[in-house]
């Protein structure tokens, strides 16, 4: 059974910066893609960034793009996204997703994906 264990979130000062990590398990395959998400209150759950596990290849939405800063390790089977100059308007739960095999371009929209995490909670104050 596929899992995703994401961690990493807190609260923290803007401008500060954070590293969620996105553990996954429970499969051999090694084309896959994970992508971030978050879900503010009231609000859509919106991609934020995807990687593909068998070339790199990285998407960023443009809300992010220039602070955050996504990268895998095939070997632990572990997503990291960097959280730099984060802003109020960052404060969300922070989901991973992953679909099986990694699509030739890498999609954000939240039904596209498969598994998902429970989420960690990241909030920023001013």
């Known amino acids: 059974e596929v899992q995703l264990v994401e961690s990493g979130g807190g609260l923290v000062q803007a401008g500060e910066s954070l590293i969620l990590s996105c553990a996954a398990s429970g499969f051999t395959l090694n084309d896959y893609a994970i992508g971030w998400f978050r879900q503010a209150p009231g609000k859509q759950r919106e991609g934020i960034s995807g990687?593909?596990?068998?070339?790199?290849?990285?998407y960023y939405d443009v809300s992010v793009k220039g602070r955050f800063t996504i990268s895998i390790d095939n070997a632990k089977k572990t997503v990291y996204l960097r959280m730099n100059s984060l802003k109020p308007e960052d404060t969300a739960i922070y989901f991973c997703g992953a679909v099986f095999p990694s699509p030739s371009r890498l999609s954000m929209l939240p039904w596209d994906y498969d598994y998902w995490g429970q989420g960690t909670q990241v909030t920023v104050s001013t």
């Open positions: 990687i593909r596990s068998v070339d790199g290849s990285t």
